[in-house]
């Protein structure tokens, strides 16, 4: 069951985000949970699944992380049969990054819930308010990359 927010959790911009993030994340977490698996591996389960072929180099990019912190959680998955690498076949040396099917299946399981949450604020507040939010997010997303 849900703690109930602290008072004046809703007058805060900073724990909005975080009861916000933490509501957006909860059900995933409880499936990876259920696997031995953490919101590290979602990461990744994510953005490979976005763009299949991507390499291990460009995975560190994207999760600002060094080769030493997605090593484990990379082998994990694949240990797992979610996640296969191959080499490219325009340089060896590259290892590229695709799900498998059971892999597609789980991001799926994942996203699912997050989807509906979305659906239904989308449903609640409307489409202006839903693209004051993308537009709001996505600013905050270049601080993430650099770009501020």
Known sequence: MPAALPPNALNDPISLMYFAYRAF???????????????????ILHFVGKNPGLSVNALLRI??????????????????G?????????DRRVK???????????LQQLSENQLRMMAAVTH??????????????TQFARFAVGNN
């Not at 590229?96 to 789980?106: A, C, W």
């Open 82 to 90: 979610l996640i296969v690498a191959t080499l490219a076949r325009h």
């Open 63 to 80: 999760l600002d992380v060094s080769k030493q912190a997605v090593n484990a959680p990379l082998r994990h998955l694949q240990e797992q």
């Open 124 to 137: 609640e507040l409307g489409e202006a308010d839903m693209a004051a939010w993308w537009r709001v997010t």
């Open 25 to 43: 994340t909860g059900k995933p977490d409880e499936l990876l949970a259920e696997r031995g698996l953490a919101r590290v591996h979602h990461r």
């Open 96 to 106: 590229e990054l695709r799900l498998t099917e059971s892999g597609q299946v789980l």
